[in-house]
Every structure is written in C-alpha cells, then in structure tokens.
C-alpha cells in the first residue's frame, strides 16, 4: 500500500554559478567516503559520479516519470485502497501530491539506477557534508548489496517493501550521524541519548516543509519511518553484531515493518502471520483489482488518525498479520473492500474491533448500523453495506457490498 515512484532523475544544463557550486560539493566526496568506509567496514569500489539538478527539474522530471514508467491502474488501485481505509480524503490526488512532497523534502539524492550521486541548489552551507554522507552511505552499500535489486526483491510485499527501504535509509542515516558524531569526537557507540536525538532529526519539518506539514498523517508517517525507525534497527543490529550488522541487514533482510519497530523480533526470527480475507456473496461481475499486506506500521497509523496515539502505541504492537484485497465491478462502479487482520491476544482484537468500529465511523460521512452484537456488526456506510466481525484473535471486515447481496 505504497506509491513507488522510481527517481532515475537525469541531470541538466543549469547556470554556470550552480555547477561551480556543484563543482565544491562533489569534492568533499573522497573524503567523506574514505570515512564511511572505516566505519562501515564496506569498501566504495570506484568513485561515484556527482551532478547537479534544481527543485524546478526534479519536479518537472518526476510528473513526466510517472506517466512514462507507473502504470495508471496501479496507481488508482493504491489511492483506492488509501480512501477506503480513510487514509486520504476522498478528493485525495495520490500521485500529484507524492511528487510536490518528494520534491520538497530533495536536498540530495543517490539514483541507485544510474549509479549517480545528484545534489540541489537547497544542500547548501553546513548542511553539505551531512548530506553527502548519507547519498554516499547508499552508494557504498549500492555496490556492494545492489540496492535496485535488493528493493525488487521486497515488492512480494507491501510491508515487506517498507521495511527493505528502512534497511536502506535507516543504514544511510545511522553511518550519517556517526559521521557527524566523530566530527564532534563522539560516536552512537553506547551512546543511547544521542542515538534518540538523532533518529528523530527526521521526525518533523520544523514548519520548513509546508507541503509535508500539510500532508495526511499516513504520508507523514511512512515518509519518516525508514530513515527514524530504520536507524533505531540499523543500531539494534549494530549494538548485537558490530560492523558485520551492515551487511547482515542486506543479506537476511526483516520481512516486516513490525521487525524494524521491534528488533527483537527480527532476532527471533518471529514473522506476519496471514489471515484469510472474508469471503462474502458479491455477486457476478467482480474481478480482483489489487490486493496486499498492512504491517504494524499501517495499524500505527490507522489507530493513531482515529483512536489516539496512545491507543495506537498501546494497541499496534499486538498485531501479528494482515491482509487486504480490492474487488471491483467496473460496470456497477462498485468497489468492494476486503480487510483481515490478527491479533496476538483475544483481548487485543477485541479492542481493535471496538477501535475499527470508531474508524468506519469517523472515515465516512454517514453510516448506519443495522444490527449489531458484541463480535459483529451489519450497516451501511459511504461505499455500501458492510460487515464487521471478530473470531478469536482476528478482526474482518467487508465493505462495499451492495445491499441485496447476501
């Protein structure tokens, strides 16, 4: 449940100044590789090329990117999921606003594609080096664990994809801020307080960035998740294995975002589980139109945009799995939605039930309930009928169905 725009961003002529600028920027670069290298361990095996791109091309090359290489049906299938779940609004432009939110948050970038570094006009002042560290950090993990297919690999699943991308910015963030820490004479080595300072440099745009300050909570939060709670992973993992942890989270990689929220897990080797999805009459004329995962992460989010985040911190780690799938009937322009999830404890999905419920409320503008009994509930709400339920420690839910059909 997550938009992949591909940045193979190609650079352009810009104004003499510019590439001067760009000229200093990338000469810091062996330096600071040589650095990345001791502390990781992972050998930068030949240099890497370094260009410059302003706000306006990355914005203009991202809108014509996503008409060439994303398929428009994947797209409405993911920004359908998103309003069903009431993720976004119901006038929410998915891909236009994931584009205005990449382009603003850009101060640099390594294109693991074209295996080149690109900065911007806004990477400017003390705020180089930092920068640079981290796109290098990706380059040297690039060429030595083949970041673009690493990422190929993780599109099996959604939660999975998320938490291979907190594998690859959560390390890129960590030997950033251990850059930066043995520039003070530091180091995040048994260092806690300043681990926690810097995982959270990430966790809001200080009113810098009003197009992520005005974005819906779930773009805020998997935005931020894999360079603040992937750090948190990557130095678990460091803490445990030392410099072999950077390419330990490459070649046995977590499965679930819920292994990067909880290490432990990831450790033990404790992976989602699969509920089956409910299956109620629909009728003729359905065709599966997308289908997938939701992770601790996505739970996180719901419970946080409808329950409160202290129900959300409280409640989401007791998930165990998840899964969704979209059915469509293009002729009636119907959408059906099709939604599992399991708990650890009865008591756990009970109070997600009772949770869920509060969120069908609040996400439509009208909804009637029909029957309802302490395990399941029966109504109608924006979308069409639904049918909520709980049996034992999981919590389905069915909606869309078109009233009659039963």
């Known amino acids: 449940m997550r938009l992949k725009l591909t940045l193979l961003l190609a650079a352009a002529c810009t104004a003499a100044a510019a590439q001067d600028d760009s000229r200093a920027m990338c000469a810091q670069i062996p330096p600071i590789a040589q650095e990345l290298q001791q502390i990781s361990g992972m050998s930068l095996k030949h240099p890497v090329p370094c260009a410059y791109i302003d706000k306006q091309q990355i914005n203009q090359f991202l809108k014509k990117r996503v008409k060439e290489v994303t398929d428009p049906q994947e797209i409405r299938a993911e920004e359908l999921t998103l309003k069903m779940f009431g993720l976004v609004p119901p006038d929410f432009n998915l891909a236009e606003n994931t584009v205005d939110l990449l382009t603003e948050q850009a101060a640099a970038f390594y294109d693991y594609e074209k295996k080149k570094l690109f900065i911007t006009d806004t990477t400017q002042g003390s705020g180089q080096q930092p920068v640079l560290a981290h796109e290098l950090a990706h380059a040297i993990a690039d060429q030595n664990y083949n970041l673009g297919k690493f990422i190929r690999q993780g599109r099996k699943s959604d939660d999975g994809s998320t938490a291979r991308m907190a594998v690859m910015e959560g390390q890129a963030t960590w030997l950033m801020s251990e850059f930066l820490a043995r520039r003070m004479g530091q180091t995040l080595k048994n260092s806690p307080a300043m681990v926690a300072a810097m995982s959270t440099m990430s966790d809001s745009g200080g009113n810098q960035f009003p197009v992520f300050d005005n974005s819906p909570l779930y773009l805020r939060m998997t935005l931020v998740f894999p360079y603040t709670k992937g750090m948190l992973f990557q130095h678990a993992v460091y803490e445990r294995d030392g410099q072999r942890s950077f390419g330990e989270v490459f070649q046995k990689p977590p499965d679930s975002t819920q292994q990067i ?42 419970l946080e945009q409808y329950s409160g985040k202290q129900e959300a911190d409280e409640l989401a780690p ?33 109070e997600y039930f009772a949770a869920y419920r509060r969120q069908m409320e609040k996400k439509w503008k009208h909804m009637q309930v029909s029957s309802e009994l302490p395990d399941a509930i029966d109504g109608t709400g924006d979308s069409g009928r639904f049918e909520l339920r709980r049996s034992g420690k999981i919590v389905t839910s069915s909606e869309g169905l078109e009233a009659g059909v039963r």
């Open 261 to 302: 929220l909880h290490p432990e897990k990831y450790f033990a080797g404790i992976h989602p589980t699969e509920p089956e999805l409910p299956e109620p009459k629909l009728g003729k004329g359905y065709k599966a139109l997308v289908g997938g995962t939701l992770g601790e992460l996505d739970h996180q989010v719901m």
């Open 318 to 350: 007791h998930w165990r799995g998840s899964a969704f799938a979209l059915m469509e009937n293009a002729k009636k322009h119907q959408i059906v939605l099709l939604y599992a999830v399991e708990w650890d404890t009865e008591d756990a999905a009970r």
